[in-house]
């Protein structure tokens, strides 16, 4: 079956960096698009940003445009969010999901959780 697994969430303080990796397993990996979701508590699901299936294409939300980079290595199935200069409003938890052409997103990981301290 697919799975999606999160990792390197952590504690950090403002201004500090984290890359979150995403591994996938059980699809064709190179297929799907590839998104970082994150929810705050009370706060609704948002998408951070996504990467088409060769990584030509991203996007940002503009909370992040700047900070944060979406990456992907196919040969690995895995995909990467390098999270830079982080604030403390940037605390959530963050997700992983997979989408295939012309469909929404299908597959969710676990979620990892990012705190940011000032």
């Known amino acids: 079956q697919v799975q999606l697994v999160e990792s390197g969430g952590g504690l950090v303080q403002a201004g500090d960096s984290l890359r979150l990796s995403c591994a996938a397993s059980g699809l064709s990996f190179s297929s799907y698009r590839m998104g970082w979701f994150r929810q705050a508590p009370e706060n609704e699901r948002e998408l951070v940003a996504q990467?088409?299936?060769?990584?030509?294409?991203?996007y940002y939300a503009d909370s992040v445009k700047g900070r944060f980079t979406i990456s992907r290595d196919n040969a690995k199935n895995t995909m990467y969010l390098q999270m830079n200069s982080l604030k403390i409003e940037d605390t959530a938890v963050y997700y992983c999901?997979?989408?295939?052409?012309?469909?929404?997103?299908?597959?969710w990981g676990q979620g990892t959780q990012v705190t940011v301290s000032s």
């Open positions: 999901a997979a989408a295939r052409v012309a469909r929404g997103y299908e597959y």
């Open positions: 990467i088409t299936w060769g990584g030509e294409t991203t």
